[in-house]
């Protein structure tokens, strides 16, 4: 998955300005001021340092990075070549971003269609 396509499966954190209120505050308050648990003015600022970071082009490359060292850490009992020096395509993380992508869609349409 590339670091925009990541960032889109997150974008409802940086698209929801609601008032969280008290309740849902006390129950995260080990979450304190962060971008999850703002609520309105304080949302909001913090939504503009998270966009100016995610729009920085240096954001997707260290992200991509993460993810392939993430993926190579998971995989124990074989070296997938994710962190080679050419960072070349890994087929199974591929196959891996499709199938999550293929989930997504399915799930997507039946929300589409009323189904839950």
Known sequence: MTGSRMFESKASVLSNSKALGSDFNKRFDILGDGIINADRDLWK???????AL???RLFCKR????????????????D??????????????????????AIKARRDVAFSRGYD
């Open 45 to 51: 600022n913090q939504r503009k340092v998270a966009q």
């Open 80 to 101: 997938p070549g994710c962190l080679s020096i050419d960072l070349a395509e890994v087929a199974f993380s591929k196959a891996m971003d499709n199938a999550m992508e």
């Open 63 to 78: 992200l991509d990075l993460f993810q392939r060292f993430t993926f190579d850490a998971t995989c124990v009992s074989f």
């Open 54 to 56: 995610v729009n920085h």
